[in-house]
């Protein structure tokens, strides 16, 4: 069921309740014949989107969700696994049936290793070509998360968020998806490829092969630009996703 909304940062934050007593913060604005779903990554929150909502509600209704154990939704000892997020998804997307909805969806796979305030500097660097000064809000919600008692929990839904894409890949089912797909990358992402799991390989090396198999892709690289690319290049960001938006037509019932 849905809550009534409170007041919060640049939003206006909603609660909606779903089975087995987990609560989704969430947030609404704007109006449009389609409606965009904003789903952020690891080790961010629906704030991800501060730069693209505020823009792109001119022309669409925008929509951003805090998953589990992230932002402000509910906590709990959640797996975290590729099933259970989706099924949060699609049980939080289930009222809107029948509209045009689009997902905008953002990774970032990075992994805390410890409490050291240096090392989370460190980590959130990599996920920009050049980190920019408005993104310290970022470290600022990881010093809080360290100063009320969080941080550890925090990192073990990182390790089981990271866990459950490894042992569960979808590659396997890219063929079967026949959406129209926009793929926005950055040349300089330093966190995919991983350099573990693909040693010594780029994204334009990498990425093209993935994006290959999924049958309706379009792929575009952001030069000089990392893995937080909606905030290090917003502009360029938001231009993409209305440009493909207007020339896409969406059919309610993919």
Known sequence: MFQPSVPTFDHLLRRMDLRNGLELAWTDEGTGEKTLVFVHGMASNLRAWRKNIPVLRDDFRCISLDLPNFGDSSRGDYPMSIPFLSGVLREFLRPLEGEQVVLVEADRPENLLS??????????????????????????????????????????????????????PIRTHFPAIQQDLLVLFGEDDALIPHPRLHADQSPRALIPAGVHELPRAQLQFFEQCGHFLQWEQSERFNQAVRDFLVSHPVNPKQ
Request: proline share 6%.
């Open 115 to 168: 409490l050291d305030p240096e090392q989370v500097v460190r980590t959130y660097e990599l996920n920009f070509h050049h980190f920019p000064a408005d993104a310290h809000f970022m470290l600022e919600d990881m010093a809080a998360l360290a100063a009320n008692g969080e941080y550890p929990h925090y990192c073990e839904t990182l390790r089981r968020c990271v866990f459950g894409m490894v042992s569960d």
